[in-house]
Nanobody, 125 residues
C-alpha cells in the first residue's frame, strides 16, 4: 500500500522560512517523479515545484523561483521543499504527489498517481 505523508507546515511571519517534508512508502522512490502543489482557499490548485527521479531536473512556479528549493533524499524516501522569504500569498495547503516516470524528467500534472493529505502553511503579514 502506497502512502505519501507531508509534514513541516505551520504559521510563520512574512520573511520567514519553513521546510516541508514528504515521505513516501510502498513504492520504489527512485522510479517516481515528485511534485509539490498548493491550494489556497477559493483558488485552483497550482504546481509549485517538481523534481525528476534522480533529482537532476527541477522546475519552479515563477512566483517562487529564487525563494523555494526542492530536493529529494532517496535513502530516506523523502521529498523536501525549503521555503525562504515567505510571503502572505504563499499561504495555502501544500500537497506532495508522486508519479511513475519513465525517464529523467518532470511529468504532466495529470500523471501524478499518489497524493498526500496536505500540510497547511500560513504566512502572516
Amino acid at each position: 500500500q502506497v502512502q505519501v505523508v507531508e509534514s513541516g507546515g505551520g504559521l510563520v511571519q512574512a520573511g520567514g522560512s519553513l521546510r516541508l517534508s514528504c515521505t513516501a512508502s510502498g513504492l520504489t522512490f527512485d522510479d517516481y517523479a515528485m511534485k509539490w502543489f498548493r491550494q489556497a482557499p477559493g483558488k485552483e490548485r497550482e504546481g509549485v515545484s517538481c523534481i525528476s527521479r534522480s533529482g537532476g531536473i527541477t522546475h519552479y512556479l515563477d512566483s517562487v523561483k529564487g525563494r523555494f528549493t526542492i530536493s529529494r533524499d532517496s535513502a530516506k524516501n523523502t521529498l523536501y521543499l525549503r521555503m525562504n522569504s515567505l510571503k502572505p500569498e504563499d499561504t495555502a495547503m501544500y500537497y506532495c504527489a508522486a508519479g511513475l516516470a519513465s525517464g529523467e524528467w518532470c511529468i504532466r500534472d495529470d500523471e501524478y498517481q499518489y497524493w498526500g493529505q496536505g500540510t497547511q502553511v500560513t504566512v502572516s503579514s
